[in-house]
T-cell receptor, first 112, second 111 residues
Framework: GENVEQHPSTLSVQEGDSAVIKCTYS??????FPWYKQELGKRPQLIID?????GEKKDQRIAVTLNKTAKHFSLHITETQPEDSAVYFC???????????FGTGTKLQVIP | DAMVIQNPRYQVTQFGKPVTLSCSQT?????MYWYQQKSSQAPKLLFH???????NEADTPDNFQSRRPNTSFCFLDIRSPGLGDAAMYLC??????????FGPGTRLTVL
């Protein structure tokens, strides 16, 4: 089955700096890659996703890049703010009704 | 507002006493998922339904069962909860190939 590795497990940045979280996946057939943000005690919420026919996607301060050949994808957050502090999960899926496999999570702390 | 609803939000049960968690959705999504999430860990998929087709994860204990009587509702039954089953249980829904929408979760405590 699919295996998703995520690094780093914790990340501290100064407010205004950029943060990068990296993930690798094992199944070359995976074609849907969502990123979820989970604040303490709350549900995971989708912040951005990318499909395998696209190499990069951006939404304001958040961007995701995908390298299908290397089977890795990354989340980039620019101009970080304290409210960006949360746990971020990457995930990979074969699409359709197939399950989503989550990475192990990255705890991001933005220091004011 | 269309949403995913979970009841109860907090459930306390005794060791070995059966418990049922419920999930309902107004999104009319065809896929529903049950996840177990322990502190500082990723959500772990227990099972999912594509319409009425049930898909069990290989490592989901037999102690966990699920029912989906109709499109809107899905239940998680824990037949004999152990201390290790204390966790947040998250329900999620999606349309085929699209974003998963998570409910607020049920926090289960086992005494």
């Amino acid at each position: 089955g699919e295996n998703v590795e995520q690094h780093p497990s914790t990340l501290s940045v100064q407010e205004g700096d950029s943060a990068v979280i990296k993930c690798t996946y094992s199944d070359s057939a995976s074609n849907y890659f969502p990123w979820y943000k989970q604040e303490l005690g709350k549900r995971p919420q989708l912040i951005i996703d990318i499909r395998s026919n696209v190499g990069e996607k951006k939404d304001q301060r958040i961007a995701v890049t995908l390298n299908k050949t290397a089977k890795h994808f990354s989340l980039h957050i620019t101009e970080t703010q304290p409210e960006d502090s949360a746990v971020y999960f990457c995930a990979a899926s074969l699409g359709g009704y197939q399950k989503v496999t989550f990475g192990t999570g990255t705890k991001l702390q933005v220091i004011p | 507002d269309a949403m995913v609803i979970q009841n109860p939000r907090y459930q306390v049960t005794q060791f070995g006493k059966p418990v049922t968690l419920s999930c309902s959705q107004t999104l009319n999504h065809n896929v529903m998922y049950w996840y177990q999430q322990k502190s500082s860990q990723a959500p772990k998929l227990l099972f999912h339904y594509y319409d009425k087709d049930f898909n069990n994860e290989a490592d989901t204990p037999d102690n966990f069962q699920s029912r989906r009587p109709n499109t809107s509702f899905c239940f998680l039954d824990i037949r004999s909860p152990g201390l290790g089953d204390a966790a947040m249980y998250l329900c999620a829904t999606s349309n085929t190939g699209n974003e998963q929408f998570f409910g607020p979760g049920t926090r289960l405590t086992v005494l």
